[in-house]
């Protein structure tokens, strides 16, 4: 039973790491993406931002992505192209 603890906390402690590493490399990606369209000039960024969301709204998710799961990635690539970081 002790073995069976032992091994489940190291699990879990190696998808704690997995999800740190996943946090960072989105977090790196948010500044890139806004320090590229901060350094845009604006018809350019527009047309960037307008080719992203028609593309988007254009892809058809898998059958087997959960409808909300295809709504939030919308929802989180449009706040970052409309509303980056500061």
Request: overall charge negative; proline content about 3%; hydrophobic content about 45%.
């Amino acid at each position: 039973m002790k073995n069976l603890i032992a091994e489940l906390l190291v699990k879990l402690a190696q998808k704690e790491e997995e999800s740190k590493e996943l946090v960072a490399q989105v977090e790196a990606l948010e500044i890139v993406v806004t320090a590229l369209l901060r350094n845009m000039a604006k018809q350019d960024q527009q047309a960037l931002i307008d080719s992203i969301e028609g593309a988007l709204d254009n892809a058809k998710p898998d059958s087997v992505v959960p409808a909300q799961d295809a709504e939030m990635l919308h929802q989180y690539v449009k706040k970052l192209l409309r509303h980056p970081r500061s």
